[in-house]
């Protein structure tokens, strides 16, 4: 990656995220005991925008949090990884949106989110935000927000030429809507980054295997995407565009926590892009920074910086 300071504008909920680490999940009417705590400011909003600050980037947060005593930690917490919070705005009827999650001896994760304010983000903060959205390389979208405000922001940053990766995660108001209803804007996203279930969803295929994730990969194209990111968790991903297919698998390390992980990709596929158009290359960086977020418990903390990631990719250059 060059030495110029890219921006990029990340578009995602707010959360506080309450971990906790036990032995195994509980079963209905069990409780079991917890062996840490971590509670901090989460979310796909500051998550990415923490990675992609943590890659060197300048980094604008547009959110939505709650008039309740969370509000002033999310911003002290996103000021301390210098991400600028001038478009987190405050509904301040509403809390700050909630996720308890647990973490298994295994790394493996279960939570619950309440949504609270991010169900509050409207088309017109996205209006107000025009100016930062224009003058960004990329604009990365999380998908779980009201969808008439998604697709103002694609619209946004494609009328002013900018780059949109878009993780088509399903919006806030619609969890039981069809994938395959998504607006067409959806698919004028330069990079679409679904997990394997949610491209299956999009494209009504099933999802069994890598050759699969190819099809479903070359449908996303054939709609309009430039390049389909299929994350496949322990498959690693699969890179699709007009060119053709590239599988790229994933890091080896030892799993702690398993958290952050697709966040961590996001943010570091976003930094990697807004200085070089290769998106195999982006798809490696950011693998491996979505591997050394599960080597430590947590999730913005455990955000890997651009020397570990660069450090994890030498390594792996090393023992080839």
Avoid: W
Avoid at 135 to 145: P, S
Avoid at 192 to 212: K, Y
């Amino acid at each position: 990656m060059s030495a110029k300071s890219p921006k990029v504008v990340v578009i995602g909920g707010t959360y506080v995220d309450m971990a906790i680490r036990c032995g195994q999940f509980p079963s209905p009417t069990q409780s079991v005991t917890g062996s840490a705590l971590s509670y901090t400011v989460a979310g796909p909003g500051p998550n990415q925008a923490v990675e992609a600050a943590l890659c060197g980037c300048k980094v604008y947060l547009i959110s939505k949090i709650g008039g309740d005593p969370f509000e002033q930690m999310a911003r002290a917490n996103l000021a301390e990884f210098d991400v600028d919070t001038d478009y987190v705005y405050t509904a301040e009827a509403m809390n700050t949106g909630v996720v308890v999650t647990l973490v298994n001896a295994e790394g493996e994760n279960a939570a619950c989110y309440y949504t609270g304010a991010n169900s509050a983000l409207r088309p017109e903060d996205i209006g107000a935000a025009e100016e930062i959205i224009s003058e960004a390389d990329v604009c990365l979208i999380h998908g779980r927000l009201p969808q008439e405000t998604i697709v103002r922001a694609i619209r946004c940053a494609k009328v002013h030429g900018v780059k949109v990766i878009l993780n088509p995660a399903r919006p806030t108001e619609q969890h039981g809507r069809e994938s395959s209803d998504l607006p067409v804007e959806y698919f004028s996203a330069d990079i679409l980054i679904p997990n394997i279930s949610e491209a299956a969803d999009i494209t009504d295929q099933s999802a069994a295997n890598i050759r699969t994730a190819k099809l479903i990969g070359s449908e996303l194209v054939a709609r309009g995407v430039d390049s389909a990111v299929i994350t496949m968790g322990k498959r690693g991903c699969m890179v699709v565009d007009r060119n053709g297919a590239d599988h790229i698998p994933i890091f080896e390390v030892e799993l702690v926590d398993q958290t952050g992980r697709g966040d961590a990709f996001a943010g570091a596929l976003a930094a990697y892009c807004a200085v070089k158009s290769d998106v195999k290359g982006a798809v490696e960086f950011a693998s491996a920074a979505a591997a050394l977020t599960c080597t430590k418990f947590g999730s913005i903390e455990a955000m890997p910086t651009k020397a570990e990631i660069i450090e994890l990719l030498q390594k792996e250059e090393d023992a080839e």
